[in-house]
Each structure stands twice: as C-alpha cells, then as structure tokens.
C-alpha cells in the first residue's frame, strides 16, 4: 500500500465498512492491512510525542542551569559594586570619571523596612483579601451528590492522549 498519513488511515475503516461492492474476505485483508499500518504510524506517533518530551525535560534543565548561572552572575556584579562603593566611601571619592564611563555614589530614594507589623497603625494597612475557587472541592460534591452549583459546568466529555 502506498504512504497513508493518519488521518487517511483512521478514515479509511468506516469508508472500508460502508463499501458494499468489496467483498467480505477483501475487507478482512484491507482491514488488517490498515491496521497494520495505523499500528506502525502509532509507533512512529509514539516516538515523535516521546522525542518531544524528552527535547522539552532537556530545555528545562538547561532553563534552570542557565537560570542558576545568571544568578550567581548578579550576585557577583551586586557585590563587586557594594566593594567599589565602599573603596570610594573609605577614600572620600563620590565620582569618578574615566573615558569608559562615571562611578558615583548616589542617594537611594526613601524606603520603608516594617520590624514589626503589629505596631503599624491600622491608617497605614491595606487589607487584602483572595477568593479562590476550590475545583476539587466541586468535583467532589459533584461525585458524591451530581449536583452542579450556580456559575461553573462541570465538563465529563474531555479526553486526552496518554503515551505509555
């Protein structure tokens, strides 16, 4: 048989089924040969979805290796800077100038460190408050009762591809 994709191959059988002028004993061999080869475009599906995970797991390490790695880059600069700052400071210089370009000390603008919350006055507070919807709560209720509450569907229709 010549090169089928899939989607020919998974509509070929109802197609196959529906023909009455082909023959009972035909159908059987074209069924299996259909067969056969949706098992070996399966195989091929399997190791392309599997050739996908295992790019994506190597992405990933690299993300975080990479990640890490910039990291310890800025620790590094705030340090160095925090030590060049310090020399100048000890040396009484608040600039310097050099063809590449100006060191200089400068005033952070004001910010606020909180010791103790407690003590703030309640004029300085914002209350926050979150609202999370709880969907295994839902889920639940629904196994147990069927019931549906007001504002959410409840979806039993969905299906998913799992490779083994």
Do not use: W
Not at 98 to 121: K, Q, R
């Amino acid at each position: 048989m010549a090169e089928f994709n899939l989607y020919q191959i998974t509509n070929a059988f109802p197609q196959l089924m529906a023909n009455d002028e082909i023959s009972d004993e035909d159908k059987a061999k074209i069924k299996e040969e259909l067969t056969l080869l949706l098992q070996q475009k399966s195989q091929n599906t399997i190791g392309y979805l599997k050739n996908i995970e295992l790019t994506i797991a190597a992405m990933k390490i690299e993300e975080k290796r990479i990640s890490e790695q910039r990291k310890a880059f800025e620790n590094r600069m705030s340090k160095f800077k925090e030590y060049v700052k310090e020399c100048m400071e000890q040396n009484g210089f608040t600039k310097i100038e050099t063809p590449l370009g100006t060191l200089s000390i400068a005033h952070n603008p004001i910010s606020v460190e909180v010791v103790n919350e407690d003590e703030i006055p309640s004029e300085f507070k914002t209350e926050v408050v979150t609202t999370k919807v709880d969907k295994k709560a839902i889920t639940d209720n629904f196994k147990a009762t069927g019931e549906i509450p007001n504002g959410v569907n409840i979806l039993t229709q969905n299906t998913s591809l799992r490779v083994k």
